[in-house]
């Protein structure tokens, strides 16, 4: 069969349209619109339905679906967008959280360069050797399960990202090192710290669990959406963005220093915004109608205020 492919604006972007096997997947579509159009690339395509009456936009093809499945027919049309370059979200988690693992260490290790205006730097303080283990712990678990726990729905995303989510990671990385392991900080008593790291470590393995049963909810490449069952997911929906904020929050406890907090606040307003759409979305898709299972009631992200 032979698809016309569209832009938004309705131009045709394949004359004469692009011919499939009536069997034919989506990633098939893909396939033979890149060998038309070589610049876009299959990551990089989208493609969606014809927007019904009412709707501002169409259904989007889902790649891992056949185009019979959206009752597309010969002389179907299609309206393609194109997503910009493309980098794997791999590449990106990497990067965004090797770098603050390097960053941070460099003010601790290297002193004389970022503070050249103090002749002589103090030792440091325990707690200050405390917060770098911590740190160190926290990306180099990010790092570890970027590679061996998370699994994306989108293998994907627009290369600004990659700059985007680096200037966030590698910014605050620098801006709480900065003070943290500044020559004048005065740390507060070493057994608070312990006792705040020592349970903000606990969060950590209380992320890594969340995770853990996030990634095994679906197969890989899946879209199909679950509702998370298990541990604290009982009672919240994005328990891992709760175990990642109270680890934060201890941590600025632990050092005492206000760049942490401010770390803290950035950090938890983005995380709850992803929590709230989440949220949203499962009690939409879950709705208890047509045989649907209904999303238990559960808190957010962080009981009892959200």
Same mark, same amino acid.
């Given at each position: 069969m032979k698809l016309v492919i569209q832009s938004r604006s309705g131009r045709e972007v394949v004359p004469g349209g692009v011919q499939v096997d009536d069997g034919a997947t989506v990633r098939d579509l893909m396939q033979a619109f890149h060998k038309l159009r070589p610049k876009y690339y299959p990551s990089r395509q989208r493609f969606s339905l014809a927007p019904k009456a009412g709707e501002k936009r169409g259904v989007a093809l889902v790649p891992g679906k056949k185009l019979s499945d959206f009752d597309l027919r010969d002389g179907s049309v299609l309206t393609f967008k194109d997503l910009g370059p493309q980098i794997g979200y791999q590449t990106v988690f990497f990067w965004e959280y090797f770098g603050p693992l390097l960053v941070y260490a460099a003010f601790y290790l290297f002193p004389e360069v970022f503070y050249p205006s103090f002749k002589s730097i103090p030792t440091k303080s325990p707690v200050q050797t405390l917060a770098l283990a911590y740190w160190s712990f926290h990306y180099a678990k990010r790092v570890a399960e970027t590679y061996l726990v998370h699994r994306f729905s989108h293998g994907?995303?627009?290369?600004?990202?990659?700059?985007?989510?680096?200037?966030?990671?590698?910014?605050?990385?620098?801006?709480?090192?900065?003070?943290?392991?500044?020559?004048?900080?005065?740390?507060?008593?070493?057994?608070?710290?312990?006792?705040?790291?020592?349970?903000?470590?606990?969060?950590?393995l209380s992320n890594f669990w969340c995770h853990r049963i996030l990634a095994n909810l679906r197969p890989p490449g899946s879209t199909?959406?679950?509702?998370?069952?298990?541990?604290?997911?009982?009672?919240?929906?994005? =328990?891992?963005? %709760?175990?990642?904020?109270?680890?934060? @929050? $201890?941590? /600025?406890? =632990?050092?005492? %220093?206000?760049?942490?907090?401010?770390? @803290? $606040?950035? /950090?938890?307003?983005?995380?709850?915004?992803?929590?709230?759409?989440?949220?949203r979305r499962l009690r939409k898709l879950f709705d208890g109608k047509d045989g649907r299972p209904k999303y238990p009631r559960r808190w957010v992200i962080f009981p009892p205020f959200i």
């Open positions: 994907t995303m627009p290369l600004f990202n990659l700059f985007k989510n680096c200037s966030y990671y590698w910014g605050f990385a620098a801006y709480v090192s900065y003070f943290v392991n500044h020559p004048l900080y005065t740390a507060p008593s070493v057994q608070r710290a312990q006792i705040a790291l020592g349970l903000a470590v606990v969060c950590q199909e959406y679950k509702i998370p069952r298990g541990f604290l997911f009982n009672y919240i929906t994005c =328990a891992n963005y %709760t175990m990642e904020t109270w680890g934060w @929050i $201890l941590f /600025g406890v =632990a050092t005492q %220093t206000l760049s942490a907090f401010l770390f @803290i $606040l950035a /950090g938890f307003t983005q995380m709850s915004l992803w929590a709230l759409a989440k949220h």
